[in-house]
Protein backbone atom coordinates (compact mmCIF):
# COMPACT_ATOMS: atom_id res chain seq x y z
CA UNK A 1 0.00 0.00 0.00
CA UNK A 2 1.61 3.11 -0.73
CA UNK A 3 1.52 6.20 2.23
CA UNK A 4 -1.57 8.30 2.37
CA UNK A 5 0.23 11.53 2.48
CA UNK A 6 2.10 14.07 0.27
CA UNK A 7 4.90 16.44 1.00
CA UNK A 8 5.43 19.72 0.10
CA UNK A 9 7.93 22.46 -0.32
CA UNK A 10 7.24 25.99 -0.16
CA UNK A 11 3.86 25.43 -0.11
CA UNK A 12 3.90 23.71 -3.37
CA UNK A 13 3.29 19.54 -4.08
CA UNK A 14 6.65 18.05 -4.86
CA UNK A 15 6.55 14.31 -6.25
CA UNK A 16 9.97 14.21 -6.45
CA UNK A 17 10.99 14.12 -2.58
CA UNK A 18 11.10 11.01 -0.99
CA UNK A 19 7.91 9.92 1.08
CA UNK A 20 8.82 8.61 4.48
CA UNK A 21 7.51 5.45 6.17
CA UNK A 22 5.56 7.24 8.52
CA UNK A 23 4.53 10.82 9.32
CA UNK A 24 3.24 12.23 12.42
CA UNK A 25 1.45 15.40 12.18
CA UNK A 26 0.15 16.54 16.54
CA UNK A 27 -2.41 19.56 16.25
CA UNK A 28 -3.33 21.38 19.55
CA UNK A 29 -5.37 24.05 20.40
CA UNK A 30 -2.75 25.08 23.36
CA UNK A 31 0.50 25.28 20.98
CA UNK A 32 2.06 24.93 17.25
CA UNK A 33 1.46 21.93 15.18
CA UNK A 34 3.98 19.58 14.86
CA UNK A 35 5.42 17.12 12.41
CA UNK A 36 7.73 14.15 12.14
CA UNK A 37 8.64 12.13 9.02
CA UNK A 38 10.59 9.01 9.92
CA UNK A 39 13.26 7.61 6.64
CA UNK A 40 15.21 4.30 7.13
CA UNK A 41 19.08 5.06 6.66
CA UNK A 42 21.07 3.44 4.01
CA UNK A 43 24.97 3.86 3.98
CA UNK A 44 25.74 5.10 0.06
CA UNK A 45 29.50 5.46 -0.81
CA UNK A 46 30.17 5.23 2.84
CA UNK A 47 27.86 7.66 3.92
CA UNK A 48 24.57 8.32 5.79
CA UNK A 49 23.26 10.68 3.05
CA UNK A 50 19.89 11.75 4.73
CA UNK A 51 21.40 12.98 7.43
CA UNK A 52 23.18 15.87 5.04
CA UNK A 53 20.90 16.36 2.80
CA UNK A 54 19.88 19.80 1.85
CA UNK A 55 15.98 19.26 1.24
CA UNK A 56 15.74 18.10 5.00
CA UNK A 57 17.61 20.86 6.31
CA UNK A 58 17.81 23.52 8.95
CA UNK A 59 14.62 25.73 7.79
CA UNK A 60 13.38 23.71 4.92
CA UNK A 61 9.74 24.78 4.56
CA UNK A 62 8.05 21.46 4.28
CA UNK A 63 4.45 20.40 4.21
CA UNK A 64 2.00 17.46 5.05
CA UNK A 65 -0.94 17.40 2.56
CA UNK A 66 -3.94 14.07 3.52
CA UNK A 67 -7.01 13.27 1.21
CA UNK A 68 -9.97 14.78 3.34
CA UNK A 69 -13.22 13.63 2.13
CA UNK A 70 -13.73 15.18 -1.61
CA UNK A 71 -11.05 17.50 -1.11
CA UNK A 72 -7.27 17.52 0.21
CA UNK A 73 -6.07 19.19 3.36
CA UNK A 74 -2.94 20.58 4.41
CA UNK A 75 -2.23 19.22 8.02
CA UNK A 76 0.98 20.98 8.99
CA UNK A 77 3.18 23.69 7.03
CA UNK A 78 6.36 24.94 8.23
CA UNK A 79 10.03 24.67 8.73
CA UNK A 80 12.19 21.58 9.74
CA UNK A 81 13.58 22.55 13.77
CA UNK A 82 15.87 19.14 13.70
CA UNK A 83 16.33 15.51 13.55
CA UNK A 84 16.56 12.46 15.61
CA UNK A 85 18.76 9.93 14.35
CA UNK A 86 19.23 6.19 15.59
CA UNK A 87 21.84 4.48 14.11
CA UNK A 88 22.64 0.37 14.06
CA UNK A 89 25.60 -1.27 13.14
CA UNK A 90 25.88 -2.30 9.52
CA UNK A 91 23.04 0.33 8.30
CA UNK A 92 20.17 -1.84 8.40
CA UNK A 93 17.38 -0.72 10.95
CA UNK A 94 18.80 2.68 11.21
CA UNK A 95 16.16 5.44 10.97
CA UNK A 96 16.55 9.18 11.22
CA UNK A 97 13.20 11.58 12.11
CA UNK A 98 12.65 14.97 10.27
CA UNK A 99 11.01 17.39 13.25
CA UNK A 100 9.49 20.41 12.18
CA UNK A 101 6.61 22.83 13.03
CA UNK A 102 3.57 25.02 11.67
CA UNK A 103 4.79 28.48 10.90
CA UNK A 104 3.27 29.91 14.05
CA UNK A 105 7.01 28.68 14.95
CA UNK A 106 8.73 31.93 13.69
CA UNK A 107 7.30 34.23 15.96
CA UNK A 108 9.06 32.00 19.25
CA UNK A 109 12.44 33.03 18.14
CA UNK A 110 13.04 36.59 20.00
CA UNK A 111 12.08 37.92 23.00
CA UNK A 112 11.10 41.76 22.65
CA UNK A 113 9.79 44.09 25.22
CA UNK A 114 7.38 46.44 23.98
CA UNK A 115 5.06 49.08 24.92
CA UNK A 116 1.49 48.57 23.83
CA UNK A 117 -0.64 51.79 24.39
CA UNK A 118 -3.95 53.39 23.82
CA UNK A 119 -5.47 50.33 21.65
CA UNK A 120 -6.77 47.15 22.33
CA UNK A 121 -5.47 43.49 22.34
CA UNK A 122 -6.88 42.62 18.78
CA UNK A 123 -5.42 45.39 17.37
CA UNK A 124 -2.07 44.54 18.91
CA UNK A 125 -2.72 40.97 17.67
CA UNK A 126 -3.49 42.31 14.00
CA UNK A 127 0.09 44.15 14.04
CA UNK A 128 1.96 41.75 15.18
CA UNK A 129 0.51 39.25 12.42
CA UNK A 130 1.29 42.13 9.71
CA UNK A 131 4.81 41.64 9.90
CA UNK A 132 4.66 37.58 9.38
CA UNK A 133 2.78 37.45 6.24
CA UNK A 134 -0.15 35.39 7.79
CA UNK A 135 -3.85 36.22 6.33
CA UNK A 136 -5.42 38.02 9.56
CA UNK A 137 -8.64 35.93 11.26
CA UNK A 138 -9.12 38.26 14.23
CA UNK A 139 -11.86 38.99 16.18
CA UNK A 140 -12.35 42.30 17.46
CA UNK A 141 -11.68 43.12 21.14
CA UNK A 142 -12.88 46.11 23.17
CA UNK A 143 -11.34 46.83 26.58
CA UNK A 144 -8.57 50.00 25.61
CA UNK A 145 -4.89 49.87 27.37
CA UNK A 146 -4.31 53.78 28.07
CA UNK A 147 -0.86 54.95 28.14
CA UNK A 148 -1.45 56.38 31.57
CA UNK A 149 -3.29 54.22 32.80
CA UNK A 150 -2.18 50.09 32.44
CA UNK A 151 -0.69 50.00 29.45
CA UNK A 152 -0.04 46.45 27.78
CA UNK A 153 3.29 45.85 28.32
CA UNK A 154 5.12 42.55 26.15
CA UNK A 155 7.90 41.16 27.10
CA UNK A 156 8.13 37.54 25.66
CA UNK A 157 8.17 36.29 21.98
CA UNK A 158 5.57 37.73 19.49
CA UNK A 159 4.15 34.16 20.03
CA UNK A 160 3.77 34.04 23.61
CA UNK A 161 2.60 37.25 23.77
CA UNK A 162 -0.38 36.44 21.61
CA UNK A 163 -0.83 33.32 23.34
CA UNK A 164 -1.46 35.03 26.81
CA UNK A 165 -3.56 37.69 24.75
CA UNK A 166 -5.90 34.54 23.55
CA UNK A 167 -5.93 33.08 26.89
CA UNK A 168 -7.45 36.77 29.03
CA UNK A 169 -10.02 37.44 26.41
CA UNK A 170 -11.19 33.42 25.98
CA UNK A 171 -9.82 33.08 22.55
CA UNK A 172 -7.77 30.35 20.83
CA UNK A 173 -4.91 31.28 18.58
CA UNK A 174 -3.83 28.90 15.21
CA UNK A 175 -2.69 28.94 11.98
CA UNK A 176 -4.48 26.95 8.97
CA UNK A 177 -3.16 26.63 5.54
CA UNK A 178 -4.66 26.16 2.30
CA UNK A 179 -4.22 23.13 0.55
CA UNK A 180 -4.03 24.45 -3.16
CA UNK A 181 -2.07 27.92 -2.32
CA UNK A 182 -0.61 26.83 0.93
CA UNK A 183 -0.97 30.68 2.39
CA UNK A 184 -1.52 30.48 6.08
CA UNK A 185 -4.36 32.13 7.91
CA UNK A 186 -4.01 33.36 11.54
CA UNK A 187 -6.92 32.30 13.57
CA UNK A 188 -7.23 34.83 16.89
CA UNK A 189 -11.18 33.98 17.94
CA UNK A 190 -13.29 32.33 20.58
CA UNK A 191 -13.22 28.90 20.01
CA UNK A 192 -16.25 28.24 17.68
CA UNK A 193 -18.94 26.27 19.85
CA UNK A 194 -21.93 27.30 17.60
CA UNK A 195 -20.59 25.84 14.26
CA UNK A 196 -22.03 23.09 12.45
CA UNK A 197 -20.01 19.54 13.21
CA UNK A 198 -17.47 19.07 10.52
CA UNK A 199 -17.71 15.37 11.26
CA UNK A 200 -20.14 12.85 12.72
CA UNK A 201 -18.09 9.85 15.04
CA UNK A 202 -20.05 7.08 15.46
CA UNK A 203 -19.95 4.26 18.27
CA UNK A 204 -21.90 0.83 19.04
CA UNK A 205 -24.36 2.34 16.43
CA UNK A 206 -24.91 1.34 12.61
CA UNK A 207 -22.03 1.78 10.36
CA UNK A 208 -19.66 2.45 12.81
CA UNK A 209 -16.19 4.30 12.47
CA UNK A 210 -14.83 4.56 15.73
CA UNK A 211 -12.38 2.15 17.23
CA UNK A 212 -12.34 3.29 20.85
CA UNK A 213 -13.69 5.78 22.80
CA UNK A 214 -13.29 7.06 26.71
CA UNK A 215 -15.01 9.49 28.19
CA UNK A 216 -14.58 11.76 31.62
CA UNK A 217 -16.06 14.60 33.47
CA UNK A 218 -15.08 16.45 36.69
CA UNK A 219 -17.18 19.24 38.17
CA UNK A 220 -14.69 20.69 40.61
CA UNK A 221 -14.05 24.10 38.65
CA UNK A 222 -14.70 27.31 39.13
CA UNK A 223 -18.27 28.19 37.90
CA UNK A 224 -18.28 32.16 38.90
CA UNK A 225 -15.89 34.40 39.15
CA UNK A 226 -15.21 36.91 41.53
CA UNK A 227 -13.63 40.34 40.53
CA UNK A 228 -13.87 43.88 41.76
CA UNK A 229 -11.31 46.29 42.35
CA UNK A 230 -11.00 50.54 43.04
CA UNK A 231 -10.19 52.94 39.47
CA UNK A 232 -6.85 54.45 40.22
CA UNK A 233 -8.58 58.08 38.71
CA UNK A 234 -12.49 57.75 39.77
CA UNK A 235 -12.03 55.93 43.09
CA UNK A 236 -15.20 54.23 41.79
CA UNK A 237 -15.23 50.43 42.09
CA UNK A 238 -14.69 48.42 38.70
CA UNK A 239 -17.05 45.26 39.07
CA UNK A 240 -15.98 42.51 36.47
CA UNK A 241 -17.65 39.71 38.75
CA UNK A 242 -19.53 36.64 36.43
CA UNK A 243 -21.67 34.32 37.15
CA UNK A 244 -21.20 31.51 34.40
CA UNK A 245 -19.34 31.11 31.25
CA UNK A 246 -20.52 33.63 28.52
CA UNK A 247 -19.28 30.64 25.98
CA UNK A 248 -22.37 29.18 24.07
CA UNK A 249 -22.85 25.45 25.14
CA UNK A 250 -22.04 22.65 23.25
CA UNK A 251 -25.22 20.74 24.97
CA UNK A 252 -28.04 21.28 26.80
CA UNK A 253 -26.63 21.76 30.43
CA UNK A 254 -23.48 24.01 31.42
CA UNK A 255 -21.04 23.29 34.42
CA UNK A 256 -22.71 26.26 36.21
CA UNK A 257 -26.29 23.91 35.88
CA UNK A 258 -24.70 20.87 36.68
CA UNK A 259 -22.22 22.22 39.39
CA UNK A 260 -24.90 24.01 41.81
CA UNK A 261 -22.93 24.51 44.86
CA UNK A 262 -20.53 27.21 45.62
CA UNK A 263 -17.26 27.06 43.43
CA UNK A 264 -16.12 30.48 42.71
CA UNK A 265 -12.72 31.77 41.59
CA UNK A 266 -10.84 35.29 42.17
CA UNK A 267 -9.30 37.00 40.07
CA UNK A 268 -6.63 40.34 41.03
CA UNK A 269 -5.63 41.93 37.88
CA UNK A 270 -4.61 45.14 36.42
CA UNK A 271 -7.57 47.00 34.66
CA UNK A 272 -9.22 50.46 33.86
CA UNK A 273 -12.86 49.76 33.10
CA UNK A 274 -15.39 46.72 34.10
CA UNK A 275 -15.15 45.40 30.42
CA UNK A 276 -11.95 44.47 30.28
CA UNK A 277 -12.38 42.96 33.79
CA UNK A 278 -15.07 41.11 32.93
CA UNK A 279 -13.44 40.13 29.67
CA UNK A 280 -11.00 38.43 31.96
CA UNK A 281 -13.42 36.74 33.99
CA UNK A 282 -14.84 35.14 31.22
CA UNK A 283 -12.05 33.81 29.88
CA UNK A 284 -11.69 32.19 32.97
CA UNK A 285 -14.76 30.91 33.06
CA UNK A 286 -14.81 29.38 29.33
CA UNK A 287 -11.54 28.02 30.66
CA UNK A 288 -12.92 25.73 33.62
CA UNK A 289 -16.13 25.01 31.82
CA UNK A 290 -14.44 21.96 29.82
CA UNK A 291 -15.49 19.57 32.05
CA UNK A 292 -15.97 16.71 29.97
CA UNK A 293 -13.03 15.14 27.73
CA UNK A 294 -13.05 12.51 25.57
CA UNK A 295 -10.67 10.14 23.47
CA UNK A 296 -11.42 8.49 20.34
CA UNK A 297 -9.25 6.25 17.73
CA UNK A 298 -10.78 6.46 14.22
CA UNK A 299 -9.06 5.17 11.00
CA UNK A 300 -8.90 7.33 7.57
CA UNK A 301 -9.92 4.10 5.68
CA UNK A 302 -13.37 3.64 7.72
CA UNK A 303 -13.97 7.45 8.15
CA UNK A 304 -13.67 8.32 4.67
CA UNK A 305 -12.04 12.04 6.01
CA UNK A 306 -9.77 13.64 8.54
CA UNK A 307 -10.30 14.86 11.93
CA UNK A 308 -9.09 18.37 12.42
CA UNK A 309 -7.85 20.24 15.71
CA UNK A 310 -10.01 23.54 16.17
CA UNK A 311 -13.22 21.88 14.72
CA UNK A 312 -17.06 20.59 16.40
CA UNK A 313 -17.88 16.83 16.07
CA UNK A 314 -21.09 14.61 16.08
CA UNK A 315 -20.88 12.02 18.92
CA UNK A 316 -23.53 9.48 18.16
CA UNK A 317 -23.46 6.02 20.41
CA UNK A 318 -22.34 7.54 23.76
CA UNK A 319 -25.28 7.24 25.59
CA UNK A 320 -27.93 10.48 25.83
CA UNK A 321 -25.68 12.46 28.51
CA UNK A 322 -22.79 12.30 26.35
CA UNK A 323 -23.60 12.11 22.96
CA UNK A 324 -23.72 15.66 20.70
CA UNK A 325 -21.44 18.15 19.81
CA UNK A 326 -17.50 18.04 20.87
CA UNK A 327 -14.78 20.44 20.34
CA UNK A 328 -11.76 18.82 18.66
CA UNK A 329 -8.97 20.09 21.48
CA UNK A 330 -5.35 17.65 19.89
CA UNK A 331 -5.36 15.27 17.48
CA UNK A 332 -2.17 12.84 17.05
CA UNK A 333 -2.26 11.74 12.97
CA UNK A 334 0.13 8.95 12.18
CA UNK A 335 0.68 7.82 8.85
CA UNK A 336 1.80 4.70 7.68
CA UNK A 337 1.27 2.57 4.48
CA UNK A 338 -1.25 0.33 6.59
CA UNK A 339 -3.74 3.15 7.76
CA UNK A 340 -3.97 6.97 8.59
CA UNK A 341 -4.66 6.68 12.68
CA UNK A 342 -5.54 9.92 14.29
CA UNK A 343 -6.04 9.91 18.50
CA UNK A 344 -8.37 12.68 19.19
CA UNK A 345 -9.10 14.50 22.17
CA UNK A 346 -12.66 15.85 22.74
CA UNK A 347 -13.62 18.47 25.23
CA UNK A 348 -17.41 19.95 25.83
CA UNK A 349 -18.41 22.42 28.11
CA UNK A 350 -21.73 20.74 29.03
CA UNK A 351 -23.94 17.67 28.95
CA UNK A 352 -27.42 16.87 28.25
Excluded at 61 to 83: S, W, Y
Excluded at 318 to 344: C, E, F, N, Q, W
Aim: charged share 20%; with cysteine; aromatic share 6%.
Amino acid sequence: MSLGAALCVNGIPDPTLDLPAEVEVIESVLEPASFRLRYGIGIVDGDLGILADARFGPGTDLGVIVRAGDANAMLVRGPVIGHRASLVQGGTGSVVDVLGADQSITMARENKAVLWSDLTDSSAVLSVLGSYGFIPDVTTTTAMHAELKHALVQRETDLAFIYRLARRNGFWFWLSFDAITGLPTAHFKAPPTDAEPALELRINVAEPNVDALSIEWNVERAVAASLSQLDLGSKQVIDGSRERSPLVGLAAQGLADVATEVRKQHLAVPVDDAGDLGARAEAALIDHGWFVQAQVTVKQSVLKNVLRAHSVVQLTGAGSRHSGHYLVARVVHKITPDDHVMTAELIRNGWN
